[in-house]
């Protein structure tokens, strides 16, 4: 899997000297495939992409920086390597390779540019939080990590706790002092328990926390979470320590995520919309997203997933000029056309280590350009950009 550190320096490489090639693969079903299957679809993707930039006037070592990063390609999945969804990111000029492997594959295809095309990936970590589910009793608890649609079970807590006493027959107590002897104990176990999550959270810094399990215990056992854990509780579910699997746990927590990134993206919208008609710390569509990105003030950039627009880019001074114009109306320099703006507000948006979130289907975005942000500053706006 992958992380927004890997992303931000994937997002830190460019150059106009050598081709940067994004390969992006979704697997086909498991009944449908072969290794040699595989390795024939990416040899006829990879021939269309140089059939199409066959005619381009590149030079020699651009040339052969490509013709080295398409045989990596194929010597990748020639050796097993599409067996799972994947990206691909290679520049030998730059003598730079990176495969990571994807929760799921978005897309299939290939990408050839003066940077890396991460909108995929961008996508992918807005999906994908990660958050922490602790299924416990009062005898012991289970941690677990979520992340990119894996579960991994890092740790099993065990205290030995004795059942609830129903009769006194044990030797040297009444049967109060027994209980309170046994609430006890549980205390401590709830306390353990909290302690190695907050140590957990420390180490993985997850999103969100779950928890699961009987619900007189969970409400006793959330008295003796950390203040900053509480913060990041946003559901519980019932499940048995000893029955459940792994993939129930998914499953179920999956389940409440989903529904917790609907609900705070819908809150989003609406709050940076508000914001933006007031006067406030938004703004949206796309002329003024972009001018907040080329300004640094953009702390969260707000996508529909399917949007896609072109426009015309000033090489001198970022703006987006009209498309009319022959050069940049504010700085006179010379212009070029981006077949996707929204990529590159993305890209700069992963440099500038903003938030990055990705909404489907919501009608206020939509009206509103398909693209807004939440602003860290405002700033004068610039004349160089055009609405």
Known sequence: MFSREELRELAGCSSTRFPFISFFWKAPPTTNRSPRDAAILVRDLLREVRQKLENGNHSREWTRSLEADQQKILDYFNQGGGAADTA??????????????????????????????????????????????????????????????????????????????????????????????????????????????????????????????HADGLAAFENHLHGSLRGRLIGRFAADLRAATPQDILTRSMEIVEARECQEKRALVEDILNQAKQGGPGVSGLAETWQALELGQVHTLIVDETLHVSAWLCRNCGGLPPAEAASCPQCQGPIERLEDVVERAVEDAIRDNSQIRFVKGNEQLRQAGGIAALLRFRAAKSPALSS
Not at 146 to 173: C, F, N, Q, S
């Open 88 to 213: 691909l990111f290679s520049c030998s000029g730059e003598s730079y390779w990176r495969a990571l492997r994807l929760p799921r594959g978005l897309i299939r295809g290939v990408f050839v540019g003066e940077s890396f095309y991460l909108q995929p990936l961008s996508i992918l970590l807005d999906q994908y939080p990660r958050y922490c589910t602790v299924l416990l009793d009062r005898a012991a608890a289970r941690v677990f990590e979520i992340y990119m649609a894996e579960v991994v079970e890092h740790t099993a807590l065990l205290d030995e706790v004795p059942g609830r006493v129903k009769a006194a027959t044990w030797t040297g107590g009444n049967e109060r002092q027994i209980e309170r002897r046994i609430e006890n104990k549980v205390h401590q176990h709830y306390k353990r328990v909290a302690e190695v999550v907050l140590r957990f959270f420390q180490k993985y810094h997850f999103d969100w926390l779950i928890l699961a399990g």
